[in-house]
């Protein structure tokens, strides 16, 4: 029943009230009545039997708690239900109390219970079930305020509730909270056929001497019942005593050897991960002695037969520590904390006037992290300032902020050695992670883990990038360590670029755009990096830019020559290839390139790759074209090239232009992909008159660019295979510039004018296909094109109605294409523009917006730590796997769902709140994870001795898995040995601590001193029972209870006195 | 309920000519034209439609499906509600190739629920390569919506787009915006059961 329903009833019942003709009722009577509905709600209207409590039930069976509201004059109350629920098994066990014989009077269930002894002391219960043993109870308390002191209020409660269940025949036991919250004040009161029992309770912060042993509360509770006979066996005792383990020792303390912080602050290749201090705080040994004859139990001030290595139970708790303290959640909070910082890169180095240029800056920095220069620099200013704010920070990870900062001395600037290590980790360093080189390959192309979380492969540049920045920014001084590291690397990327060096450990793929953005970020800039390079090699040996301006098709020509030259003396020009030509570095690049196209390209790719196979045919063919060639060589010569063959010797230079065809494929398909694609931008063909080009069938230039035949396909009106061409690659573009692009075609809108725009925008790849194909085709038409380009727009020996449509974009490009191999055609990409526009992007980033683009690569290394950590402990924490499932997968949502950019690109958009404590709280689970982990092994560490792992995983297990665990054999068990020596090791310290003057003379005296084994218990509680007739000796006999605890602070009494009133 | 509650974007993929370009103006326009030129690239149309009193405008992108442009359309998988798979009942080939395009799709797309929808176009014609219950199958074995329609007599044209919608509407988190860009806006949700109404 919920509880809104419950107030319903509540409210109906006033409604009720005030409807029909009871206007003369008290409050009190009102009040009655609500009571009254609210259990008739509930279904406690009768007697009714359950099965036994089994043994521990109370602790293992599932509670319920079922909560109604109601007032008393206009004071509001709540009544709490708690019960164990029913196991469907022992629901057809109810059985009516039937009235019989007075001496036959079945107790009623809450007696039961109390008298039951398999539930004492129970690990984990509601305290009222562990006072009383009860296993349903209805509590009484006052909703607002401090709760109720004044006795006769108390009394007048009571008795209403008391009125109110006996006259629904309900005997569950009720109690009204009185007294202040804390104190857990209970006075209560059960009503059955012919008894009732009063519960009462006694609480005292100090334990009177008189009560301060078993011999003393038996007295006290005889007392209470009437009890005066002198017989024994009348009362049963149980007790249990409580020691505490707070001190581990050498042996038993976690983590064994805590990290080194120079190690820490120096360790760039993973994450670490572990605690600081021991998460076990306690271990809590309780000694049980199950129901004993009560009167032959001695136990007072002088002698006690409590001997706790003796008793029959043993049973451990542990306490653990709230707010541990974890290496990889530090890193991860402390970045978190970085991310939130607005200070820019000039800002944190508070030197600058000029805010504008990046040089000032850079020399700023270089001032800062150069060791000669002296100790008045604003470095150190900023350190204390930066100590500041992180102490002073009021974020939720203030605790281990402050723990680190005795790992992480902070520091305004990282020492040259460091940054130089920094430097060389993140661009020279080879792969040391076992981790990855068994999954390199898999990685290059499939979707992996990194690609669900939209992070970087593991030993990337970016992941490198990731890893120094959130060990700097922990161990080296916060923000302004990151910025340093941002700027060196943001530098080095300039010099490489400037240099043509590619990037290490980024792939020559496109940007993957299932990675982060800064992923993409460097993928572009070495896309880039790539073209120039190939450019530049090439354009070298062409003199200069002018002459190749003057007559770019001469140079091309040339240097197609030596190529063919070096091709004739194929035996020796291998090495000399390599000294004279580029060429082949050139198409080692482009191998590269094709390997690790992705995956959705790779159908195109392994297309593409056929064509190595078929090497050989092919050229039994291309010397079909070149006799093809010869023959229509003589029809008239309108291209740049053909002008200048004719300025020859054409036979020649003809018969020269077949072989070069010849070279360049052999080169080519070796290799694959197309060597040639953006060099030589200088030649714009397409901005060329091209009146020439509309002629309808041109077969008057010499093919080039032939990449490979396509199928079997013949040109329409040629004899002629029809060969798919070189073509220019898609332009490399990153997520940003995608959804930019994206933004522009939508604000078009959904016009047929806008329609017609868009497509016009897209057509240049469609223009550079077609004038690749006419290049690679001499003789060809659009229906050939279209043949290999959208092999369904040709059917039955014809254009598709849509491409015959006069003037659709298809027919207009086609006519107006002219035949330009790739490597001729200018350029789609820009890639010194690009180059610039990625620099310009890092460049201008806060520090904190960097730390921000890295958290994917951050989370993806710190879920792989905990992964592995987690797969290492599965034996001790089964559950665990499952836990990780579950932050992956909440991680994968996050970062799928985050955009790092606006509509426009290169513009980096800081994350909104809402991302930010999604990751924050992702962050918590993580640490959660790592808690628990430590918890494991520190409880491995304790218990290592145990036995075999299997043995000592298993107990760890149940340590984590239940509240209290039992010792097999108690105190001379094998767990009982290890708790023992632990103990016994607390003992000697505390011992030798008590008397620290052990002066020769005093030794004699302190060698016969025995040690205790166990310092004395931290709490002693007792459970009396016995069955007398009360209040008078002809009452029925009937059963009693009193709970005991006996505490430094606290002393609490308990008693269950049942009344027989029938005879009294 | 006129008031446009929110704009869910939806994707159109399928080989070249298999009559995406021509499904969605009869959509949108309730035309078939025959003189529809072959997308370039991408290109895109929007439509406001009423579904249970709520009306949610469509961002509809159609896209060309030539390999050549294949590489440009992973971006508009990003932050997609819906997609519809297009396939020619008359090409078989057209129908073996949706493998790839599903690879696709759960590759880039950022919704993990993405409600998907599977088309067999050009019923009108008649000689059909692809019975009705190939296609069921496939659409039942990847968790589809599925439904024959034909571009040109607009038959199940109308109903394909309005069970995208409901679908998407139905499917709790989907529609909301991503990162709490655009103010969140809140549709009952009724709770159906699996997406296979095949
Ligand atoms: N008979 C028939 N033809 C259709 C149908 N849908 C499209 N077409 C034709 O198929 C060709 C390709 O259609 P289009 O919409 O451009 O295909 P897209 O490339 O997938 O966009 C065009 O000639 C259309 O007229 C249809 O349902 N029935
Ligand atoms: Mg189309």
Known sequence: ?????????????????????????????????????????????????????????ITNGDWEAVTAHLKFTNVPFTMTLHRLKFKPDTEQFVEELNEEDDDKIPHPQYVEDMMCIDNDFPARAHCIARWYGLRCFLILSISSSNGITNQSKCNLLTSSVSIALSNMSCDVPFFVQIQENWRRMYEGKAVSTGMSTQFEMVHLKKCPQQYAYLSGLLHLFKNKIGLTSLLSGETRVSARFTYVLHDWGIDGKWPAKPPDPEAVASHFGTLLYGCLEDPVTELQLAAVWPSMTGDLVIDNDIHSDFKPLSAPRWVVRLCYADDLTCLLSSYLYEFIKATNRTESMSDLLNVLEDHTTDKHLGQALEKITDPSAGGMLPGVKLASGLTKVVTDSQTLFRKSAYTLGRIAAVRGRIPREVLNNIKSYMFFQESTNSRQSSSQQQQASTYTFYHKLKAAP???LTHHLAMCAIVVNLCHGGLSALAQVWHVFVSELRTMLDKGECLPGIDSSKPDLNTCLLHQKLQMLNCCIQRKVLREQRSPRSSSEVDFKVNPSFVDISEDLTESNNHNNHMATDESKNETTPLKEVDKYDGNLETSENAAASSNHSERLSSNDSRGKFSVQSDDEDEFFECESDIDLGDTEQKHITSGDQHQEISEQQSLDQVSFTVNSNKTEDGAIISRDDVEHSTNENKDSMVDIDVSYPAEGRLKPCDDLNLLRCNSSLFIPHTQDHAPVTEDQLEEQAEVFSKLGDTKEGSKVRAKMQSASLRSDMEAFKSANPGCVLEDFVRWYSPRDFENGELSQRMKIPQNLWVTTWKSAKPVPAHRQKRIFDDTKEAEKVLHFLTNLKPAEAAQMLIPVCTHEALLVLRLASDAMKESLPSLPLICNQIEARAAQIFKQWHMYGSVANQF???????????????????????????????????????????????????????????DEAAVGPVGCIIKYYF??????????????????????????????????????FIIRASNSYPSPFSRKLPHRMYAVLMQNEFRLASAVSHDSTFF | MDAVLTTLKILIIGDSGVGKSSL??????????????????????????????????????????????????????????????????????????????????????????????LVGNKIDKENRQVSREEGLKFARKHCMLFIEASAKTRDGVECAFEELVEKVIQTPGLWEAEDGRHGNVNIHSTNTGGYCQC
């Open chain 1, 1 to 57: 029943m919920s509880e809104s329903e419950d107030e319903n009833a509540v409210v109906q019942e006033d409604e009720v009230f005030e409807i029909t003709d009871f206007t003369n009722a008290s409050d009190w009577e009102s009040f009655i009545t609500q009571i009254e509905e609210i259990i008739t709600n509930w279904n406690l209207t009768s007697y009714v039997k359950l099965q036994p409590l089994q043994n521990n039930e």
């Open chain 1, 909 to 967: 958009q800081p994350w909104t709140k809402d991302i930010q404590s999604k990751v924050e709280d992702l962050f918590r689970q993580i640490t959660f994870a790592e808690t628990m982990i430590e918890r494991a092994r520190s409880l491995q560490h304790k218990f290592r001795n145990l036995g075999d792992t299997a043995q000592v995983n298993a107990f760890v297990r149940q340590l984590l898995e239940h509240p209290e665990v039992p010792l």
């Open chain 1, 458 to 460: 593991i030993d990337s």
């Open chain 1, 984 to 1021: 016994q090791n607390q003992q000697n310290i505390v011992v030798e601590a008590e008397s620290p003057l052990s002066s020769e003379q005093s030794e004699d005296v302190r060698l016969p001193k025995e040690i205790p084994p166990l310092p004395k218990p931290a709490g002693r509680e």
């Open chain 2, 24 to 117: 969605l103006l009869r959509f949108t326009d309730d035309k078939f034209d025959p003189e529809q030129a072959a997308t370039i690239g991408v290109d895109f149309k929007v439509k406001a439609i009423t579904i249970d009193g709520n009306t949610v405008k469509l961002a509809i992108w159609d896209t060309a499906g030539q390999e050549r442009f294949r590489t440009l359309t992973p971006s508009y998988y990003r932050g997609a509600q819906g997609v519809i798979f297009v396939y020619d009942t008359t090409q078989r080939e057209t129908f073996t190739h949706l493998t790839t395009w599903l690879t696709e799709v759960e590759t880039y797309s950022t919704k993990p629920a993405i409600v998907k929808m």
